[in-house]
């Protein structure tokens, strides 16, 4: 190996102070003003704003608790060659407390996220499935008139 090369495995290439920090400031502020952008959609069209953080929400714990899941398998098994990998599978589970905090705002949008389930209607006197009996059909057309939704395409479905 000549000194050059063992030079550079000793010593890795590393930021200067000034371009690290500059770039720390743009992540944060990148990050401040997503964060002010998805409140402002929370604002002007929660419903939209709902059903949009609620897919990205289930995309991102996914992908945690599937790391999460390799490293029991991993670990279980006793696997020796996924040392590696395995190191990138914890620190993606890692993320799993940020998401146990990032799944309040799908707790404060339960009523627009779940109106069909947790409306009134829906849950009916007798507790049997039907709301005070009407079919779950009417109940969740009801829950829609509620709330302003519209059904679109499964309006279709209701009885007339």
Known sequence: MNP????????PV???K??????LNLGGALASGGIALSALAGVVAPQR????????FTFTTTLCLGGLFFVIIQHLTRAGWSVTVRRQMEW???FLPVCAL????????RERLYHAWMS??????????????????????????????SGSARESVLPG
């Open 4 to 11: 050059t090369a063992a030079n550079l495995a000793l010593d």
């Open 14 to 16: 590393r930021l200067e």
């Open 18 to 23: 000034t371009r690290a920090d500059r770039l």
């Open 49 to 56: 704003f709902a059903h949009a953080y609620l897919v990205a």
């Open 92 to 94: 993606l589970a890692s």
């Open 102 to 109: 990032l799944f309040l705002p799908v707790v404060l949008f």
């Open 120 to 149: 009134p209607e829906a849950a009916g006197a007798s507790g049997s499935g039907t709301a005070g009996g009407r079919s779950s059909l009417e109940a969740v057309a009801a829950a829609r008139e509620r709330t302003g939704t």
